[in-house]
């Protein structure tokens, strides 16, 4: 039974999320809780989340073949899965978020050079042509050519985070967006996110051979830097705009920290997604279960600091008195996700565990790999 559980939980998340790709398919968006003011949603914000989360699950390969740290080296093939299936989730919920689906390829067939979206499209493309090249030289135990294509991924992994980053940083409209911190602030979340997922992964599901302690409590160790890190960044993020307590940004923020909604980043970001996970590593360091489980915390949690990216600043109307002057269910100025959205963000979840399970069951059939299992 205990063994059963996980494919019992993986088959109920799988049912849901076919559900809502159906009704995405049959109904447009219509049963999205999206409107004029507001067209950015859940599943904008978990793009961005899993995108996140596919470039931080990369560094940790990158750590171990390309700058040589050698008790990381054993789980690049379980960081490159992860990263490979949290790219597929976060290019399929974003193709789910455009209003015609159909056009998808337009960005490559008729390119617009002066688009900050048309490059992330490439360097996204480019990206994962190198995870394959990387996860073809596991494959076909060829370590140059893993090191190679990881060489050449290390930029994108940089420029990517941050291309996202800019393109909110570019909406001149969206003054809680329009920052120059945007691209610094997408790279480190999403390295922070990637790697906890990857220490969460390697703590529960990899072999407790030679090795496995260390590995854990060295993860554990960057995790705890990391999320110190992060937090020294989010204050100078928050701490700046609000010294003064005026504009859009200062009133978007406030929503943030005492809105409706303000148990999003006091309870999920801040307490379970950051405090939690750095108590559990600094009170307990060699215990690989406790770092396991501060990496989910502090990968799964992060959605939150996505939500309060995307969310907050649309709700605030940028002319006073325009939420009064049309009256219609599109033209409001408040969203909540409807059990429709959240149901495709199910589907999303679902895609990256199968993709992610299904290439390391082909690696582990080929190269019985030393730390999966």
Request: with cysteine.
């Amino acid at each position: 039974m205990k063994r059963a559980l996980p494919w019992i939980l993986f088959a109920i998340l799988a049912l849901v999320g076919l559900v809502g790709a159906f009704l995405r398919f049959t109904s447009s968006r219509d049963l999205a809780a999206y409107g004029s003011y507001i067209p950015w949603g859940l599943w904008v914000a978990t793009y961005i989340f899993f995108a996140g989360l596919s470039a931080g699950a990369y560094v940790v390969a990158v750590l171990g073949y390309v700058f040589g740290v050698e008790r990381l080296k054993p789980i690049a093939p379980m960081a490159l899965a992860i990263a490979l299936a949290c790219l597929g989730a976060a290019l399929v919920t974003v193709w789910f978020d455009l209003g015609h689906m159909e056009r998808v390829f337009s960005v490559f067939l008729r390119p617009n050079f002066t688009s900050m979206m048309a490059w992330m499209v490439w360097l996204y493309t480019a990206y994962a042509i190198t995870v394959l090249l990387a996860l073809y030289g596991i494959w076909r135990n060829h370590p140059g050519l893993t090191r190679t294509a990881l060489m050449v991924g290390t930029p994108l992994v940089i420029f990517y985070p941050g291309a996202a980053g800019a393109l909110f940083g570019t909406v001149v409209a969206q003054s809680l967006w329009h920052s120059p911190v945007f691209p610094i602030l997408f790279l480190f979340g999403g390295v922070l996110s990637g790697f906890s997922l990857v220490t969460f992964a390697a703590a529960y599901f990899s072999r407790k051979g030679a090795g496995y302690s260390d590995r854990v409590w060295l993860m554990g160790r960057i995790m705890l830097g990391l999320l110190v890190l992060y937090l020294i960044l989010e204050w100078a993020e928050y701490s700046i705009p609000m010294w003064y307590q005026v504009g859009h940004e200062y009133e978007a923020l406030m929503g943030v920290l005492f809105g409706p909604f303000w148990y999003v980043f006091w309870v999920f970001h801040l307490l379970l997604g950051m405090l939690v996970p750095m108590l559990l590593l600094a009170l307990l360091p060699r215990n690989p279960l406790a770092t396991g489980a501060a990496g989910f915390l502090a990968a799964s949690m992060f959605l939150a600091v996505r939500l309060n990216l995307v969310i907050p600043s649309q709700v605030q109307p940028q002319l006073e008195g325009l939420v009064n002057a049309y009256r219609d269910r599109r033209l409001g100025y408040s969203y909540i996700p409807t059990l429709f959205e959240w149901s495709v963000v199910a589907f999303s979840v679902a895609l990256a565990i199968a993709i992610a399970y299904a290439v390391l069951w082909f690696l582990n059939r080929e190269k019985k790999l030393e730390v999966t299992q």
